[in-house]
């Protein structure tokens, strides 16, 4: 294909897991552990805040122990050299992207590091814990706060601006996601559907691989930078 002019990137687990931080839905997956619906859905919440609290002051706190691999670091450099348009959205929740030198990186699915408020909506930077009791710092109601993260059935962030990057993009690149999740899932048909090229960057097949342009398969560390290196060269 000729140089692209607009690359739109969607970034799963996978390209966290090198650094250490567990995927969903692989063998020892998070999923594994914690039922779905106990800790990624608004009833699993209102049900039991304690459990989600620990669930996610538990993975706050990991944070301080990762670093960003040689995929993130590779995707900074790509948006500091690239001539045209980058739109870097993951669908990941840690902040290794931003430790890994982007910027203006889209979180669809929020931030381990925000919360805000189900009392008045205030949102803010967290890093410690969060309990059924913490007040929120704007209102003060007590058990105001959650973790600002997109559970199952809630509408993920910024929609309409990933909609049209998706739409007006000539190359969309997926890296490190099962494509198992809707509706970042669907993006590539969308893409497709406005004529870009599409690439898959994964371990492995996965669910949604049918549907690229081109699949490549092995460990985000070895074929984002080699992938990165292609673009820039
Ligand atoms: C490597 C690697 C290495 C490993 N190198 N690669 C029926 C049909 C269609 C849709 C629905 C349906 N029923 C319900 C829905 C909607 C639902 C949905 O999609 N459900 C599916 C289960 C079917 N979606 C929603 O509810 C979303 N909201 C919504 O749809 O709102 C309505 C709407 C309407 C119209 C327009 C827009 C919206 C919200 C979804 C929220 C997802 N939240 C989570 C949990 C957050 C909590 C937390 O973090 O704890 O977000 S789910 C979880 O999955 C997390 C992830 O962001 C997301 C995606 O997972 P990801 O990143 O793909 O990880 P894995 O583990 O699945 O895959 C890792 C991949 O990496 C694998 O392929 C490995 O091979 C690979 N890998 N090591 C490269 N070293």
């Known amino acids: 294909m000729t140089d692209p002019s607009h690359?739109?990137?969607?970034?799963?687990?996978?390209?966290?897991?090198?650094?250490?931080?567990?995927?969903?839905?692989?063998?020892?997956?998070?999923?594994?552990?914690?039922?779905?619906e106990q800790v990624a859905t608004p009833e699993g919440f209102a049900k039991d805040p304690e459990l989600v609290h620990r669930?996610?002051?538990l993975r706050r706190a990991a944070l301080s122990t990762v670093e960003p691999n040689a995929a993130h670091i590779a995707l900074g450099r790509l948006q500091d050299a690239?001539?045209?348009?980058l739109t870097l959205v993951t669908?990941?929740?840690?902040?290794l992207h931003e430790r890994g030198g982007s910027t203006d990186v889209i979180h669809m699915h929020g931030e381990l590091l925000s919360a805000f408020c189900t009392a008045c909506d205030h949102r803010w930077e967290q890093r410690s814990d969060l309990s059924p009791t913490t007040p929120c710092p704007a209102c003060r109601t007590a058990g105001g706060p959650r973790p600002d993260i997109v559970w199952f059935g809630e509408m993920?962030?910024?929609?309409?601006?990933?909609?049209?990057?998706?739409?007006?993009c000539d190359l969309f690149v997926s890296?490190?996601?099962?494509?198992?999740?809707?509706?970042?899932?669907?993006?590539?048909?969308?893409?497709?559907?406005?004529?870009?090229?599409?690439?898959e960057l994964n371990l492995?097949?996965?669910?949604?691989?049918?549907?690229?342009?081109?699949?490549?398969?092995g460990p985000a560390t070895q074929l984002v930078p080699q992938w990165v290196n292609s673009i820039l060269s």
Do not use: C, K
């Not at 690239?82 to 348009?85: A, H, V």
């Not at 890296?175 to 993006?187: E, K, M």
């Open 7 to 36: 690359i739109v990137i969607l970034t799963g687990a996978g390209i966290s897991a090198e650094s250490g931080i567990d995927t969903f839905r692989d063998a020892g997956g998070v999923w594994e552990n914690h039922p779905i």
């Open 55 to 57: 669930f996610y002051n």
């Open 156 to 168: 993920p962030y910024q929609m309409r601006r990933l909609e049209a990057a998706v739409q007006s």
């Open 91 to 95: 669908q990941n929740v840690d902040d």
């Open 204 to 217: 492995e097949a996965s669910q949604g691989s049918a549907a690229f342009d081109e699949a490549r398969h």
């Open 175 to 199: 890296i490190g996601t099962s494509g198992a999740v809707y509706p970042a899932a669907g993006f590539v048909h969308l893409a497709r559907t406005f004529d870009a090229q599409t690439l």
């Open 82 to 85: 690239f001539q045209g348009q």
